[in-house]
């Protein structure tokens, strides 16, 4: 019969627990049981190797190097991280416990000593010593307390050392090494204390039998297993030795005051057995350890009444956070070195909503009274009450979260201890009434109230319920004073105490504080608020009318005289090095507000500024602005001279709020206009202008001429992309052709047919996978310019760059002919071929030809349009080295060969210029 899946977890667990193992109750698998059982084995057969608990690794010697593995998480990482889903658990929808924070974080122990442990050791088998001798002999030497409690000192003796302090252990081998030399000395340490097998049982979240050290504590012990779980005592742990309890231990003391002696000497085989608390007491309320813990713990009932008032609490927060995110990620985006012009525009966009986003988001200035409204359109409580209270309090006020904690009661054990264990009361916010909630005989709710004289009186009981009514406030016995004073804070209200005497007794008033109101908002015992205004100035000279009296709970809120201004501002822009916003400031003029914004840039024009004025608005409630032109270079300070005396309003006026002053540039600025020419030049490189107008005849004369093996039918000329801006869905024939260059020959690549009933060509702008923009070349009859052609040798700009490539006498075919990407090798750059011939070289038309558009790209740029019928016209045209055929599709377009058209065409005379 086969056996059920819990008998063979219990079997194989007493077969553990007959070897001596360390398996602790929380493995639930047989596998689980099964692998430590293994381990457990292989440990005692290798007595070298330190027996330990699986989940639990015990200390290694430290002159073992060990290697981790980094594959998976150490056992101890597992056990702790199952430790913290218990007590997550366990501690769901219950309040918190006195003293588990003690418990709130495991620290793995080790036996090495570092030869720190006190005279007063007592030693015992398996504890690890260095000896050191010195004198007429000197060594050193570990040694070790073997089974018998012997020490065997090499070339000494043996020496028994089990049950005697470290202090008559080395007395007893300083005897015997005497006997062997005289006039020595010997010096013993602990290098590593013995360990021993602990047992844990109870109400722990990890149950089991741990391999310790023997100098661990109750508490280290304790800490291993996660602590008591929330039915275990603090109270009454229980040290078990041969089957006797033979002490007891009181966590509270230590908790509580940093009392008790949790120094038990510990040995192997104890028990630590922590019971089922005997009773508890739950306490709420203005007890000091109470609202000193996390009064909203997300683990417990709490949760359930506070989750939505704490979400509103915190949404705004929550907002900002989220918005601070994203600038930054957005930011982040500008580092990009591929991005666009257009994405760069929006993101920065992005970038200042999300900031104005956040601006609004900001926390209210102390003037700021508005009621802050969530996302949702609900007013945030807390925002009515005075953020000097605690949270706990706030929360209890305006939520109704009452802070709590149990405490375990003795036996016998009084109020007064319970609230001495509760660290006392706080006493700003006690009320001094205390109710008890009890169940009596029949198992109904009762209610005692009672104040401080009588509560040591009270009889406490197993799940009573104490608490500690807190004050409305702390400032309720006071008058809270907030605002543009000396000394905000809370007074005390005395009984006939007027505003004015309050002001004038504790010298409250700045010289920006304004006078002529003031604010009292009044709130009763039942927080029903009142508002009261007076005027400050007449308050302080007795006016009976506004000189208000006092009460209790009183806040009174003054205002500064910047209160009632707008921050006004003037802004200057243009080519200075620090343009933006200033603040206005009165007597301030032009060449001041121009001295602040910092230098000026080399391209800023320095004779001419501007001022716009805000107008004053007509009836009709419109404004419009006024330029005043401005002679900037008698506004500007140089290192020998700033025009601070210049008071001329209409040279240097005065500015008013919302001014702003424009400076300009000077147009095309630059420091040096140059052009690149490279290639089969004798000198290539960089060409700066020396004149105002530069042709190109001009450039290629400087740089030495062409080379023998120039190519100046195949001259690349590249321009700026403002040019491609200018031609950009512009028709052909309104253009010079030589201007068009290379996007319009891929543009006419592109009109692969033509409408039968209009004639006009239909493009596909993809067709040929080249963008438009990616081409910034002009088609120019290099070799006309070369021999003096005023109207081909153009004009240079600043910017242009010329690729003169290297002589080639092949012609190509491409598209769709029987032999694509044919090339021919003509005899010399002479030599001529006509387009049919060359086709005819190919292997004629596939059947997918469209040969009434064939194109013929020339080496120099310029394209033949195939327009007469048949395509007679390109047939019969004569092609010449760098030139190139193109026979385009009628149907679907095999990209392949189209994606590298610009590697096959006369681009790729120029290939290993621009790539050498």
Not at 754 to 764: A, F, K, M
Request: net charge neutral.
């Amino acid at each position: 019969m086969l056996m059920r899946q819990p008998m063979k977890n219990i079997v194989l667990g007493s077969v553990l627990f007959c070897l001596g193992g360390v398996q602790t109750l929380g493995a639930q698998t047989p596998q689980d049981i099964a692998q430590a059982a293994i381990a457990n084995v292989q440990t005692q057969a290798n007595p070298t190797v330190s027996q330990q608990n699986p989940a639990l690794p015990s200390a290694k010697d430290p002159q073992v190097a060990t290697t981790p593995d980094l594959g998976s998480k150490s056992a101890d990482a597992k056990l702790e991280e199952e430790i913290k889903t218990l007590k997550k658990m366990d501690r769901k929808n219950k309040p918190r416990q006195f003293a588990a924070d003690l418990f709130e974080y495991r620290q793995p122990m080790t036996s090495a000593t570092d030869g720190g442990i006190s005279e007063d050791y007592v030693l015992g088998t398996g504890d690890r010593l260095q000896l050191n001798v010195f004198g007429s002999a000197t060594f050193e030497t570990p040694v070790q307390v073997d089974g018998k409690g012997d020490l065997a000192i090499p070339k000494v003796g043996v020496v028994k050392v089990a049950g005697l302090t470290l202090k008559k252990a080395k007395a007893a081998v300083q005897r015997i090494v005497s006997g062997q030399f005289s006039k020595t000395d010997v010096d013993l340490q602990v290098i590593k204390l013995r360990e021993v097998r602990i047992s844990v049982l109870g109400e722990v979240y990890k149950p089991g039998t741990y391999l310790v050290s023997s100098l661990s504590s109750v508490l280290n012990i304790l800490g291993l297993t996660g602590g008591p779980n929330t039915s275990g005592s603090y109270r009454d742990i229980r040290i078990v030795r041969g089957g006797k309890v033979v002490d007891r231990i009181d966590l509270y003391p230590l908790r509580g005051e940093g009392l008790g002696n949790l120094n038990v000497a510990l040995q192997s085989g104890d028990v630590v057995f922590v019971p089922l608390a005997s009773g508890k007491v739950l306490l709420e309320g203005a007890f000091r350890r109470v609202t000193q813990q996390r009064s909203i713990d997300l683990l417990t009932e709490d949760l359930k009444k506070a989750d939505v008032a704490l979400d509103q609490l915190s949404e705004k927060a929550k907002l900002r956070t989220e918005k601070e995110e994203s600038i930054k990620i957005a930011e982040s985006k500008l580092t990009n070195p591929k991005l666009t012009p257009e994405d760069e525009s929006k993101i920065l966009g992005e970038i200042k909503t999300l900031k104005k986003q956040l601006n609004e988001l900001a926390p209210q200035k102390s003037n700021d009274l508005r009621i802050e409204v969530d996302p949702m359109g609900k007013i945030s409580k807390n925002t009515l009450s005075s953020t000097d209270d605690p949270e706990w309090w706030i929360q209890w006020d305006q939520y109704g979260v009452i802070p709590r904690m149990e405490f375990e009661l003795k036996n016998g054990e009084s109020l007064s201890a319970l609230i001495r264990w509760a660290g006392g009361i706080d006493e700003a916010y006690d009320s001094g009434i205390y109710t008890r909630r009890y169940q009596d005989p029949q198992n109904q709710w009762m209610t005692q109230t009672f104040s401080l004289s009588t509560a040591f009186k009270a009889t406490l009981q197993a799940g009573d319920v104490l608490t500690a009514l807190p004050k409305n406030s702390a400032k309720a016995a006071s008058v809270q004073v907030e605002g543009h004073i000396r000394i905000p804070g809370p007074y005390a209200p005395e009984k006939g105490l007027r505003v004015g005497d309050l002001i004038k007794n504790n010298q409250l008033l700045l010289p920006t504080t304004y006078l002529a109101r003031a604010e009292i908002t009044r709130t009763s015992l039942n927080k029903v608020s009142t508002f009261l205004s007076f005027d400050v100035s007449k308050a302080v000279a007795g006016d009976p009318t506004h000189n208000l009296l006092l009460e209790e709970r009183d806040v009174v809120r003054f205002y500064s005289n910047e209160d009632l201004r707008f921050t006004r501002y003037v802004r200057l822009s243009g080519p200075l090095s620090r343009a933006g916003l200033y603040a206005y400031l009165e007597g301030m003029r032009a060449s001041d507000l121009i001295f602040r914004a910092g230098l000026l840039y080399p391209q800023a024009n320095k004779y001419r500024a501007e001022l716009s004025r805000v107008n004053i608005a007509d009836s009709s409630g419109n404004q419009g602005s006024t330029v005043i032109p401005l002679k900037l270079d008698q506004l500007i300070s140089t290192e020998s001279q700033s025009p601070v005396g210049l008071k001329d309003d209409a040279l240097n006026p005065l500015l008013q709020p919302e001014d702003v002053i424009a400076l300009f540039e000077v147009p095309s600025f630059r420091y040096h206009r140059s052009v690149v020419i490279r290639g089969q030049v004798q000198r290539p490189g960089e060409y700066v202008f020396d004149k105002d107008r530069i042709t190109l005849s001009d450039v290629i004369a400087r740089s030495g001429g062409l080379t023998d093996k120039a190519f100046a039918p195949g001259a690349v000329f590249l321009r700026g992309a403002r040019i491609i801006a200018q031609i950009e869905g512009l028709e052909s024939s309104s253009l010079d052709p030589l201007a068009l260059g290379i996007p319009d020959i891929f543009r006419r690549l592109s009109e692969v047919k033509r409408d039968p009933t209009t004639g006009v060509l239909q493009s596909n702008p993809v067709r040929f996978g080249v963008s438009n923009l990616a081409n910034k070349r002009l088609v120019v009859d290099f070799e006309k310019a070369l021999q003096g052609d005023r109207q081909a040798d153009i004009p240079l700009e600043d910017g242009d760059e010329i690729v003169i490539p290297e002589l080639t006498t092949a012609a190509y075919v491409i598209g769709e002919v029987a032999s694509p990407f044919t090339i021919y090798q003509l005899g010399d750059r002479s030599d001529r071929i006509r387009v049919i011939d060359a086709i005819k070289k190919a292997g004629m038309y596939t059947r997918n030809a469209d040969t009434s558009n064939i194109r013929l790209l020339k080496a120099n740029g310029q394209i033949i349009d195939n327009i007469a019928p048949f395509g007679l016209w390109t047939h019969w045209t004569y092609m010449g080295p760098g030139d190139t055929v193109i026979i385009p599709p009628r149907y679907a377009i095999n990209s392949s060969w189209l994606q590298d058209l610009t590697a096959l065409t006369n681009l790729a005379l120029i290939y290993k210029v621009i790539n050498p």
